[in-house]
């Protein structure tokens, strides 16, 4: 991607908006995907990136999103589209990508031979993280979290560990990514709309996707039409969300 021609990061959150009305024109696969991997380099809770991309540039499968998102005007004029999908699912693999990564920055060395700090990470993802995603169907999150309350009447102590918890840790660092991505593509006059208008169920059909993953976000692509963004952008008072301390 040429970034001697790209906006600044302000200049881009200023130009994104959500845009309901796209050209016919059509947009770079390519810089598109440029722009899913620069989602991947946004911040994830303890790296372990639950999230996976799909790029949709098939016009059947446009459709077939678009059907499931109630033939909303977003989806409807799309020229591609990103679905952000949340995989918690895969922790265990995420751990082992994380461990596999850590022994191998450490050097070939026997497990004794590992300092104080890189013993430290490894114990992070060997025995914290599956500490926290380990569960049967919600009951041991519970009983975690029941106790966690308790401890934390006596030390500041991590709370959030039922599965509903450990589904928003995963759904908030993907939505991460979704702005990386939506940011980068402002960067380089390239319109979005995010979208949670849709049958979710069905959206998992049309990709192929297991029952246990969850879509984050659908991300229209395309370019803008005159009339595509509805009216000026509206924000509360910023002294009504700014509390300085
Ligand atoms: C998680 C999320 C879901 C959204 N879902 C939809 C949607 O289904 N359809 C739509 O037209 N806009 C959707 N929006 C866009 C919002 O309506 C839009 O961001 C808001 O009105 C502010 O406008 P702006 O993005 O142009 O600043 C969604 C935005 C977010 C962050």
Redesign the pocket.
């Known amino acids: 991607m040429d970034i001697m021609n790209e906006k600044s990061v302000s200049e881009a959150i200023e130009f994104?908006?959500?845009t309901?009305l796209f050209q016919k024109k059509a947009i770079d696969e390519n810089k598109v995907k440029e722009c899913i991997r620069l989602a991947t380099l946004a911040p994830t809770s303890s790296n372990m990136q639950l999230w996976e991309f799909y790029h949709v540039t098939s016009p059947e499968v446009l459709s077939q999103i678009t059907a499931a998102s109630f033939f909303?005007?977003?989806a409807k004029t799309a020229n591609q589209m990103v679905v952000v999908v949340a995989r918690k699912d895969l922790w265990k693999k995420r751990v082992q990508s994380n461990i596999d990564h850590l022994k191998s920055k450490f050097g070939d060395k026997p497990e004794s031979e590992y300092s104080k700090r890189e013993l430290f990470a490894l114990n992070y993802y060997q025995k914290i993280v599956p500490t926290l995603y380990f569960d049967i169907i919600g009951i041991l999150g519970t009983l975690k979290f029941l106790f966690f309350q308790v401890i934390g009447i006596f030390k500041p102590t991590y709370k959030e560990t039922r599965r509903s918890d450990m589904r928003i840790v995963a759904q908030k660092s993907a939505?991460l990514a979704a702005q990386n991505f939506m940011l980068s593509m402002a960067a380089i006059n390239y319109d979005t709309?995010?979208?949670?208008?849709?049958d979710s169920l069905r959206i998992k059909k049309i990709l192929d996707l297991p029952f246990s993953s969850e879509i984050n976000?659908i991300i229209s692509c395309g370019i803008r039409e005159e009339n595509g963004?509805y009216g000026e952008?509206f924000r509360v008072p910023f002294e009504e969300v700014y509390y300085k301390l």
């Open positions: 994104r908006r959500s309901r909303q005007n977003a939505a709309c995010p979208m949670e208008g849709f976000m963004v952008r």
